[in-house]
DNA sequence: CCGTCTATTTATAATTC
DNA sequence: TGAATTATAAATAGACG
């Protein structure tokens, strides 16, 4: 249900806590690195304030801010979240723009991951479908020997393989020109009796029987 | 002397101000989403406490934290060490953070919803592998004969149905006794000389020509 | 404006020294 | 053990639609 995977390296890392303290610190400490420099780098490319805290496995604390402290940040947050609070008590109807761009960004965002995330599961299970008909077909093609356990069985494999052996006798003909409607070739001879049957393997693509 | 530029892609960029607005908006964006699933990352993997706010160009407040508010990890730092209590804040807590609060909730749920997109775009990418392979395989025994331009590449093609008759004759010989190998059939007749076509069209499989 | 693609750079897990 | 190396995955700038 969740994201089972991070990161980039050899292999990838199973999204759940790093239980060997050893490893878990080691990781720590790259990683922090890595969020301090992209947050510093978010803070001077856009001009934008952006305030971290990371507390290691150990305890210690490790903050960043593109101000003068962490708190600045806060309470520019804090002053936002208050100003959302504001509404004019004459003009109830009025809502101050800053909420409605914050909390409906929000919204559309949730709203959107909600609807990628239906449709992939749409995708997933149509895939899985047209899958699953792909492999059935692929075992009458290819079946195990072992387990048909009928000479009815067996046929019913070959008449469909036969069909598909016809089209291609038939295309086969065609590109010899159409005249040699019976054709031999080194090691195989296949000989036809009617057009009926390749008519019928021609429109049983899609559906076994 | 410092680092002066930063980023991957095609080319490096000046770590300095993207003075095109939209630009900037559109790195903001790409920049942040980066910046918290790292942030999520390190906060699952080393089980511990992570706390991050951004505003973007416009203004728009984003924020994380591993536990239920980013109030809660600024507490927890707070309460660590003077660090970052360099300013006391003039008026403390006048403004309860429950706007704040609301956003982390916001953000941790988009995280999680991000999470699933990606489980699922990796299953997704799976399928779309084997249902591809197995398409082709399909390919093989059901060609299209309007495809078909040359008659080496319908023997490609015959070869490698032909090994599933073969393998069907088989079972069905083995069925019967083992006893007549040549199978007759009300209107098809179908002889095999070798078994090395068998082995060529078995691993002629991905590409024609 | 927003997604997609691709070449390139970064980040980094595993491995080596 | 831990710093350096290597192989691999992720991030992402720029281009295109």
Redesign the interface.
Known sequence: ???????MGRTK?V????EDPTS?QQ??SK??D??L???N??A??????????????A?E?T?YSSK???????????N???E??KRSPENPNEQPL?EI??QS??EG??VE??A??ES??E??NK??E??SE??Q??RY???Q?EN????QE??A??KF??S?????????A???GGQEFFQR??????????TE?MAAAGTS?GRMY
């Open positions: 249900m969740f994201n089972l995977h991070c990161s890392l999204m759940k806590k790093i878990r990781f720590y990683r922090k890595t969020i420099k992209k947050s780098e978010l001077v490319l856009c001009d934008v304030d952006v305030g971290l805290l990371m507390f290691s496995p305890g604390v903050s003068e402290s962490l708190e600045d940040v806060m309470l520019l947050a804090m936002k979240a208050g959302l609070n800053t761009l914050t960004k929000h965002k949730m991951k909600i990628i995330v992939h599961e995708k997933l895939l899985k047209s899958l792909a492999q077909k692929i093609y290819e079946p020997v048909i356990n009928s000479v067996a046929d494999y070959e393989i036969r598909a052996m016809e089209l291609i006798q038939l295309s086969k065609k590109l010899l070739n080194e090691n195989v001879a296949v000989s036809f009796v009617n049957d693509r």
